[in-house]
């Protein structure tokens, strides 16, 4: 089983809400998650960006791979170094 941290989509049409779970690989895009770590609202201005960085870390560690764009995230909130 491959563990994968990406962006669960949430919101309205054209108003996009993400969150921040950890996955099984095999599910769907908005299917059954593991758990949540964070959110990220790109519609607000500044863009809202929350992250549990202990459950990142954590997961990270555990051997969990984040997608780009997820790894783009957690490097702008700092959890992980560059």
């Known amino acids: 089983m491959s563990v994968r941290i990406r962006l669960k989509r949430l919101g309205a049409k054209k108003a996009p ?3 921040i779970v950890v996955a099984d690989s095999r599910t769907s895009r908005n299917g059954k998650s593991i758990a949540e770590i964070g959110y990220y609202n790109p519609t ?5 960006l929350k992250v549990n960085a ?6 990270i560690t555990n051997g969990a791979k984040p997608s780009e764009t ?3 995230l957690l490097k702008r909130a700092g959890v992980i170094k560059d």
Do not use: G
Not at 44 to 48: A, G, H, M, R
């Open 17 to 19: 809400f993400y969150r």
């Open 44 to 48: 607000t201005e500044p863009v809202d």
């Open 54 to 59: 202990e459950e990142a870390e954590k997961w």
């Open 70 to 72: 997820v790894k783009t």
